[in-house]
Every structure is written in C-alpha cells, then in structure tokens.
C-alpha cells in the first residue's frame, strides 16, 4: 500500500480555487487514488476517483500525472460550506482503505 | 436511497455495561463496514463484512463484538469497555469488495458517539 503524504491543514476564501496535493511516491501499478471529504461529526463521503491524467466530476477534478507519483485534488470555487478534511488515499491493502491523515482545509468569507 | 443509519447516535456506557451500536443499510451492498475514529485522526478500520462473513478483522480486542444477522444490518457488541475506547464509530458499506484495482466507493454513516465513563 502506497503511503500518502498531503498537507496538514490549508486556509482559502470563499470563490477560489483549492488545490490538495497527496504524495504517495510508492504507488503500485493496479492502485487507484481516491479522496474522501469528511465534515465535524459526519462520516466520510466520496468525492473522486481516478487512475491516470484527469478525471472531473459535479464536485472536483482529479489530477495525476504520468508517474503517478502524486495527485491534485481542485475544488473549484468553494464555498463555505466545504470547510473539512479532505483524505487521500492511495491503493488497496488487502481489500482495505487506510485513511491518511487528511488535510484540513478552511474556507473563509 | 443512499443512506446508512447507525443507532444510537450518542451512548455512554460504563465500563461494566454491555450495549450494542446497530448499523443498517438498503443499498443492496455486500461489504459492511466498522471504523473507530477518535478526535482529529483519521477513520481506522475494525471490521469487514463480506456477504455477511466476517472477512477482515484488524487485531480488534475481543471486548469489541461484531454480527451481521442479514445482508442489511451489522451490530457492534460492546462489553467491559475501557475509557479509551471512548470515540466515533463508523459505520459503512459498499457494493462489493476487491483487493486491488479501483475502489467501491464505501458509504458511511454519521456514526456513533461513544463514552466509555
């Protein structure tokens, strides 16, 4: 399993554009990455998934390059409302998910 | 419907009680899910149901129970807790499970505030 490395906590305003970036520098060929949006005292909720180059959904856009060796997670325009933590994660561990340590992001008026 | 409901959404307990956190789900998945998430960490996985076997279970202390009566429902038997056993748990499930390759995306629910006192 790929250990993922994102940034602790992160600060924005409202309408801009957020960019996470996860390192996971020893991903295997089969794995995907996956991030997680989780809200104070909610469960974790999907947002994305992806293998290669980009992927975009109604919520973000999901950036990996050629090597894989990382990824970029865009929020465009967020709101108030997306203030959570954000997790990445990188593969498989023999059918499980193990959750990194999340970037917290908060987003002020 | 996309939802998973776990009761009680708060419990305090003594460490000499036994009570039990309920999970439930009508999504159709086959992998059933418990995580213990303590304040400021991330989600650590505990269980794993697949099919309504217990297919993963991470070294979890045997004062924690796991059922999954029906292809719906997963409890979590509690007894002789201890205060640091005080955290959120989690409940998800998932349409299926794999071991490599894309991932089923796991639906979770608010979770259980436990109080180990």
């Known amino acids: 399993l790929a250990k993922t490395t994102q940034p602790i906590s992160m600060d924005s305003y409202e309408g801009q554009e957020v960019n996470i970036t996860c390192s996971h520098n020893n991903i295997a060929t089969n794995d995907y990455i996956t991030w997680y949006q989780q809200f104070p005292s909610q469960g974790p909720r999907f947002i994305i998934q992806g293998y290669k180059t980009k992927v975009t959904n109604e919520v973000a856009s999901l950036f990996i390059p050629a090597d894989r060796k990382s990824s970029t997670l865009s929020l465009p325009r967020v709101s108030l409302s997306d203030t959570a933590v954000y997790y990445c994660?990188?593969?498989?561990?023999?059918?499980?998910?193990?959750f990194g340590q999340g970037t917290e992001l908060s987003v002020k008026p | 419907d996309t939802e998973v409901t776990q009761t009680p959404k708060h419990l305090v307990m003594g460490m000499t009680n036994k009570k039990s956190l309920k999970c439930e789900q009508h999504m159709g998945h086959r992998a059933m899910y418990w995580y213990k998430q303590k304040a400021k960490k991330p989600p650590e996985l505990m269980f794993v149901y697949s099919y309504e076997k217990l297919s993963i279970n991470e070294s979890v202390p045997s004062r924690f129970s796991p059922e999954c009566p029906n292809s719906s429902l997963l409890n979590l038997h509690l007894h002789a807790l201890q205060p640091e056993d005080s955290a959120l748990y989690l409940c998800?499930?998932?349409?299926?499970?794999?071991?490599?390759?894309?991932?089923?995306?796991?639906?979770f629910g608010p979770g259980t505030r436990l109080t180990v006192t």
């Open positions: 998800a499930s998932s349409q299926g499970g794999r071991v490599q390759g894309p991932t089923y995306e796991q639906y």
């Open positions: 994660l990188a593969g498989l561990q023999g059918g499980k998910l193990i």
